[in-house]
């Protein structure tokens, strides 16, 4: 499992799968809204229905700080 965060746009990714191919996530189940009305959590499952990863909308609302500080930041 490993987490991406950018902080531009405030999204997190937090990926279940060792990686997910460009086209790998067949189906999107989402924008589920949290509690807290600012995040909002997307689903990626493969053709299999088996769950990629989970984007996190709101990430720093959404998130702890721990678990941002663990995160890798995309490259530029």
């Known amino acids: 499992m490993q987490i991406s965060y950018d902080a531009e746009a ?14 790998q996530a067949a189906r999107q189940v989402g924008f589920i809204e949290t509690p807290n009305g600012v995040t909002q ?12 990863g989970v984007e996190v909308l709101g990430a720093r609302d959404g998130l702890t700080p721990e678990v941002l500080a663990q995160a890798v930041l995309p490259e530029k």
């Open 41 to 52: 959590v997307v689903l990626d499952f493969d053709e299999s229905g088996r769950l990629l």
């Open 10 to 23: 405030d999204a997190a990714y937090i990926r279940i799968v060792d990686a997910v191919a460009p086209g």
